[in-house]
Nanobody
């Protein structure tokens, strides 16, 4: 059974930085493209960062230059470094194995989600 465990969120001042982690179990992590989703209050969950099994990365425009997605296949772990945090980054962040090698056409492979990790940007 696949399991995603996100961590690393917290309260951060605008302009600050965070590093989120996602530990994955129950699947062959290395073969899947992966993604970080976020869901802000009252909004739909959206995919904001994507990484292929070959470490090619892509981002939505609103986070380009500030977010960095990476993975360590030896640890079954994915990361999201968030720099220059903005108020609009406030959301619960989730990780997922995704269907495609392109962010624009990707969706979650599995129907289950982890508990997510809350990121709150506030002064």
């Amino acid at each position: 059974q696949v399991q995603f465990v996100e961590s690393g969120g917290g309260l951060v001042q605008p302009g600050g930085s965070l590093r989120l982690s996602c530990v994955v179990s129950g699947i062959t992590f290395s073969i899947y493209p992966m993604g970080w989703y976020r869901q802000a209050p009252g909004k739909q969950r959206e995919l904001v960062a994507h990484i292929t099994s070959g470490d090619k990365t892509d981002y939505v425009d609103s986070v380009k230059g500030r977010f960095t997605i990476s993975r360590d296949n030896t640890k079954n772990t994915m990361y999201l470094e968030i720099n220059n945090v903005k108020s609009e980054d406030t959301a619960v962040y989730y990780c997922a194995a995704v269907t495609d090698n392109q962010l624009a056409t990707s969706g979650p492979v599995f129907g289950s989600w982890g508990q997510g990790t809350q990121v709150t940007a506030s002064s």
